[in-house]
């Protein structure tokens, strides 16, 4: 049975940090691509970041510099570090893992950004 298990969300402060992290079990992590997409209230789900399974990330522009993809294949983990947080990152943020056919969405975490 396939899962992805977010954890790590919260209320943070503008200018801070979080790191969001996802458990998956069930498929053959290394071979997948995995990402972090978020949908905030009235938007579309949106792709935060992307890492591939030899490791090339790619960003969404609105968080260049400010948030980092990880993964550890030992632990069937990925991580998203989350820096300077603004007000305009709150959203629901899902894990996302990709190996066509194949498309698996873990069940997703808030993250509130707000003084």
């Known amino acids: 049975q396939v899962q992805l298990v977010e954890s790590g969300g919260g209320l943070v402060q503008p200018g801070g940090s979080l790191r969001l992290s996802c458990a998956a079990s069930?498929?053959?992590?290394?071979?997948?691509?995995m990402s972090w997409y978020r949908q905030a209230p009235g938007k579309e789900r949106e792709l935060v970041a992307v890492?591939?399974?030899?490791?090339?990330?790619n960003y969404a522009d609105s968080v260049k510099g400010r948030f980092t993809i990880s993964r550890d294949n030992a632990l069937n983990m990925v991580y998203l570090q989350m820096n300077s947080l603004k007000p305009e990152d709150t959203a629901v943020y899902y894990c996302?893992?990709?190996?066509?056919?194949?498309?698996?969405w873990g069940q997703g975490i808030q993250v509130t950004v707000s003084s």
């Open positions: 996302n893992a990709v190996r066509d056919p194949f498309n698996y």
């Open positions: 069930g498929f053959s992590f290394s071979t997948y691509a």
């Open positions: 890492i591939t399974s030899i490791a090339i990330r």
